[in-house]
């Protein structure tokens, strides 16, 4: 199968629980899969941590994280409407235009069996 994992950060170097729980399954869906992965780009990303993407990885894309401060009043009333809305606080902080564009052209021009 064609498997798309999107996920907020690099799951590399293995240096939190989140990081090696993605890794980890990454590398045991590669067995058998063709796994590829959208994330965050992350400036400090080094070429160690690009070598053993690509050992497991089909393809790695990157998309710009949307900085959000939650330091403004407006802001802070936004958070908690989208809150009483039903939208998830991760969703909320995380959000970016660019990754959403970018896993939209993702599915328009690639077929994943699984994301």
Not at 19 to 33: D, G, P, Q, V, Y
Not at 64 to 83: D, H
Not at 93 to 113: A, I, M, P, W
Request: proline share 3%; aromatic share 12%; with cysteine.
């Amino acid at each position: 199968m064609k498997i798309l994992i999107l996920d907020y950060e690099i799951p590399y170097p293995l240096n939190s629980g989140h990081k090696m729980r993605t890794w980890h399954f990454i590398k045991a869906l590669a067995c058998e899969h063709e796994v590829s992965l959208l994330t965050y780009h992350k400036t400090d990303i080094t070429d160690d941590a690009l070598k053993a993407l690509e050992k497991y990885l089909r393809n790695v894309w990157f998309a710009e994280k949307t900085r959000k401060s939650a330091g403004r009043f407006s802001q802070r009333l936004k958070r908690i409407n989208n809150l009483i809305n039903g939208i998830p606080w991760e969703i909320d902080t995380t959000y970016s235009e660019e990754f959403h564009h970018r896993f939209l052209e993702l599915l328009k021009n690639n077929h994943f069996d699984v994301i």
